[in-house]
């Protein structure tokens, strides 16, 4: 049974950082693909950040260089440290894992619960 659990959500200033983690169990976050994609009111879910196996990244356009999407293996967590956060951050933010290469792709097999992250 794999379960992915997001937390480090919050609320902050515009200009302000957040790191939000999401813990694997029931799956290797190693040898899997995993990506963070969030929702905001009244918007579809969209990609934010992927990262394959061997730790390369892919960002959504409006978060580059200011998103970093990372892992720990020997925790079996994904971290998405986000920094210069803007009010169009705002949303609910979901964790997301398969054992296809989906990079920013909506149709991942697994999902979190979410964190919200809300930026004023």
């Known amino acids: 049974h794999v379960q992915l659990v997001e937390s480090g959500g919050g609320s902050v200033q515009a200009g302000g950082s957040l790191r939000l983690s999401c813990t694997a169990s029931g799956y290797s976050v190693s040898t899997g693909y995993m990506a963070w994609f969030r929702q905001g009111p009244g918007k579809e879910r969209e990609g934010v950040a992927a990262?394959?196996?061997?730790?390369?990244?892919t960002y959504t356009y409006a978060v580059q260089g200011r998103f970093t999407i990372s892992k720990d293996n020997i925790k079996n967590t994904l971290y998405l440290q986000m920094n210069n956060l803007k009010p169009e951050d705002t949303a609910m933010y979901y964790c997301?894992?398969?054992?296809?290469?989906?990079?920013?792709?909506?149709?991942?097999?697994?999902w979190g619960q979410g964190t919200q992250v809300t930026v004023s």
């Open positions: 990262i394959d196996t061997a730790g390369a990244p």
């Open positions: 997301a894992a398969d054992t296809v290469n989906l990079q920013l792709a909506r149709h991942y097999r697994y």
